[in-house]
């Protein structure tokens, strides 16, 4: 089918300019006193960040600019590039931060395959759901197989270890098969499975359980496992409702853990106030609807599914983020997108967005 082709979403583009720009300058004011540390160099990580935007910039346009039906034969080689890259991650092979094996070192660069996964399974899910659409009805031949896949890809995350990812990855695939007209029963049981997955994986895992207990009650554990919401939620405390102004932040002085990258929105909301916070909230708000607008206007089925899976996965993580920096979820290692440090993270994200931007120019709607 020959579509037509008209220009991209203008305010999904400009929205996601102003949130990468806005993501650039918190990430060198939240990081210059930790980079003048440990770098003698307080444009360490804002040089680094400059030049992931940059190149996930190129990524994005030039994404846009290929029409997406082509790229409907790369997601199953991309998907098993994923798999093979979350295997290797817990090898000797990973580097591993903390405790955690998240990262494949690539010449100078890090690269998270998580980010990876998450780009690999939307577009494996959109391909997959658009060529067995009428099977969606059928537990076994329409929703068990991607199930299956679900269980694999979020064991494998789940060895780094990474919770916060696989709830990400496990609820976007939960979004589209809803949206791919899954039954509402099977869904239930899928929604009740998944919580009880989460909750086994807190239970084995003596930190996740000491986590949800400090999530309860932070100001009773104020001295380990709550010390950094309890810090999270000074910083948004103190920036009032116009903020203590740009680079006056406190709590980056080595009070608040992760400041330029989980906990980016805590400095963010500490040194711009409720104003800035909430204008960034809107820019999310803002994302979403261009999203969602643009795959109800796709053009087919395999646009639609695809455009809804990038949506939610950015929505999702973003609202999982602000809610742990707001104490209102536990803590998880899930990134503010856009907004937080990280190159692999922005770089994917972008690549999403340029692929909304690539049916944006194809849409029934005009």
């Given at each position: 089918m020959r579509l037509k082709k008209g220009p991209p979403d203008f305010v999904l583009f400009m929205t996601t300019l102003a949130l990468v720009g806005i993501g650039l300058v918190m990430v060198f004011s939240s990081s210059a006193v930790t980079a003048n540390v440990q770098y003698n160099d307080a444009y360490h990580f804002f040089k680094k960040q400059l030049l992931w935007a940059l190149v996930s910039i190129?990524?994005?346009?030039?994404?846009?600019?290929?029409?997406?039906?082509?790229?409907?034969?790369?997601?199953?080689?991309?998907?098993?590039?994923?798999?093979?890259?979350?295997?290797?991650?817990?090898?000797?092979?990973?580097?591993?931060?903390?405790?955690?094996?998240?990262?494949?070192?690539i010449g100078p660069f890090n690269l998270s395959p998580s980010e990876l996964a998450k780009l690999a399974v939307i577009m494996f899910m959109a391909r997959s759901l658009d060529n067995n659409i009428e099977k969606i009805k059928s537990f076994q031949q329409g929703v068990l197989p991607y199930l299956v896949i679900l269980a694999i890809i979020c064991a494998l995350v789940m060895a780094q270890p990474d919770l916060g990812t696989s709830c990400a990855i496990a609820g976007t695939v939960f979004f589209l098969l809803m949206v791919a007209g899954a039954r509402w029963s099977h869904l239930g049981m899928i929604a009740a499975a998944g919580?009880?997955?989460i909750g086994a994986a807190i239970v084995v895992a003596p930190y996740r359980m000491e986590r949800m207990i400090a999530f309860i009650n932070p100001w009773k554990y104020a001295g380990?496992?709550?010390?950094?919401?309890?810090?999270?939620?000074?910083?948004?405390?103190?920036?009032?409702?116009?903020?203590?102004?740009?680079?006056r932040s406190r709590?980056?002085?080595?009070?608040?853990?992760?400041?330029?990258?989980?906990?980016?929105?805590?400095?963010?909301?500490?040194?711009?106030?409720?104003?800035?916070?909430?204008?960034?909230?809107?820019?999310?708000?803002?994302?979403?609807?261009?999203?969602?607008?643009?795959?109800?206007?796709?053009?087919?089925?395999?646009?639609?599914?695809?455009?809804?899976?990038?949506?939610?996965?950015?929505?999702?993580?973003?609202?999982?983020n602000i809610g742990v920096v707001s104490g209102m979820l536990p803590v998880t290692g899930i990134t503010l997108p856009f907004i937080s440090y990280?190159?692999?993270?922005?770089?994917?994200?972008m690549t999403g967005v340029g692929l909304l931007l690539n049916i944006s120019r194809y849409s029934t709607y005009r």
């Open positions: 190129i990524a994005m346009i030039v994404v846009m600019k290929i029409n997406y039906a082509r790229l409907k034969d790369f997601a199953i080689p991309l998907m098993f590039i994923a798999v093979v890259c979350l295997i290797l991650v817990v090898t000797p092979l990973g580097t591993e931060v903390k405790g955690s094996s998240r990262w494949l070192m919580v009880a997955a380990d496992e709550g010390f950094q919401i309890i810090q999270s939620l000074y910083a948004l405390g103190s920036g009032g409702l116009f903020g203590m102004g740009l680079g709590q980056k002085f080595f009070y608040l853990p992760e400041q330029h990258t989980d906990f980016i929105f805590a400095i963010l909301g500490e040194e711009l106030g409720f104003i800035g916070a909430f204008v960034v909230l809107m820019l999310f708000v803002l994302f979403a609807w261009r999203g969602f607008k643009i795959a109800i206007n796709a053009p087919d089925s395999f646009g639609s599914i695809l455009a809804s899976g990038i949506t939610v996965m950015v929505i999702l993580q973003a609202s999982i990280g190159g692999s993270s922005l770089l994917f994200t």
